[in-house]
């Protein structure tokens, strides 16, 4: 349990550091859409998403070799993170801006 609240507190500050200076995408249709474009580097997926739609998500993420990484928290948290007021199940980033992404990933 703590290496999960560890792993959220690394994934929290890097995506602040994304969102003032990187480019991403908020929610699932937005997310697919990069994700096919192969705009997508690393696609962050809640953990209370859905399990067909984190398959989909998987699997597009495979086709165009991007990363995929869980975020151990619910969709609300995710949200709240990124400054939003709503729920969101997943973030697709496009530009990491100053963040590095072998830490992201980790």
Excluded: Q, W
Aim: hydrophobic content about 35%; some cysteine; overall charge positive.
């Amino acid at each position: 349990m703590n290496k999960k609240k560890n792993n959220n507190e690394g994934i929290i500050s890097k995506l602040r550091l994304i969102i003032k200076s990187g480019k991403l995408t908020i929610g699932f249709k937005t997310t697919i859409r990069s994700l096919k474009d192969g705009k997508c580097k690393l696609v962050i997926v809640a953990n209370n998403c859905p399990p067909t739609r984190r398959l989909e998500i998987e699997y597009y993420a495979l086709l165009l070799k991007a990363s995929v990484h869980r975020f151990y928290g619910s969709n609300s948290e995710l949200g709240v993170v990124c400054g939003k007021i709503f729920n969101c199940s997943c973030l697709g980033i496009i530009d990491l801006g100053d963040a590095d992404i072998d830490t992201i990933s980790d």
